[in-house]
């Protein structure tokens, strides 16, 4: 009876340890800014946190550049493997290179609504590593694009407060949403949020449009 207490403390502890370690910045984002395609791919396969890639595919645009130039945009969607970095359910990961320069990522880590304390815990964890790089913190909501309501919130962080209403801002956006489930009518032409919680989802957008010919 003592040797069962015993290992349930000693497994409570060590799940008390790997709860509440810190994801380091560098490894929660391993492709660097400003990286190239080949050495963002690579860095890619080197972290156990990344799946394969699913889907990559590039194109020109000319939208938001200098009169009569253009930007080759590099697109590459990716899984995220369940680890200490991204413990939830499941997650995805959108990266864009802008003239073989990455600056951009859109991350979403999603929990079940039955382990949505866990996620707002990662959330809070997060939130207090990113802004070790970027400290000032502005607050932002998120709503439903169908309702209108409330469904999430978060920060924009940002290493000063002029950042984020500058033309290139360097900045993360951290959210979490409670995401309600969507029901479909007049065959899949109209959808509408239900009261039942389809999953509560940590979002990050990282980006640094310094490093890009946008304007």
């Not at 951009?104 to 959330?123: C, D, E, F």
Request: hydrophobic share 35%; glycine share 4%.
């Amino acid at each position: 009876m003592k040797m069962r207490i015993l290992i349930f403390v000693l497994l409570s502890f060590v799940y008390s340890i790997q709860t509440k370690s810190q994801c380091p910045f560098d490894n929660f984002f391993p492709v660097k800014m400003g990286m190239n395609q080949f050495d963002g791919t690579k860095s890619l396969l080197m972290n156990s946190g990344f799946d394969n890639i699913d889907h990559q595919y590039d194109y020109w645009t000319r939208e938001d550049v200098p009169y009569n130039d253009s930007i080759h945009i590099y697109r590459m969607e990716i899984k995220l493997k369940r680890s200490s970095c991204y413990p939830g359910s499941e997650g995805t990961a959108t990266l864009f290179f802008a003239d073989d320069k990455f600056y951009l990522i859109y991350m979403t880590i999603s929990y079940s609504p039955s382990n949505a304390s866990q996620g707002m815990a990662y959330y809070e964890q997060l939130v207090s590593t990113f802004v070790k790089r970027y400290p000032v913190k502005i607050p932002h909501e998120r709503s439903s694009g169908r309702s209108g309501k409330k469904i999430g919130e978060g920060f924009y962080l940002c290493k000063n407060f002029n950042e984020h209403n500058s033309k290139k801002p360097e900045e993360i956006s951290i959210s979490y949403l409670i995401k309600p489930k969507v029901s479909f009518s007049n065959n899949y032409q109209v959808m509408k949020d239900e009261a039942e919680i389809e999953s509560f989802d940590i979002e990050i957008v990282y980006k640094n449009l310094k490093l890009t010919k946008f304007q």
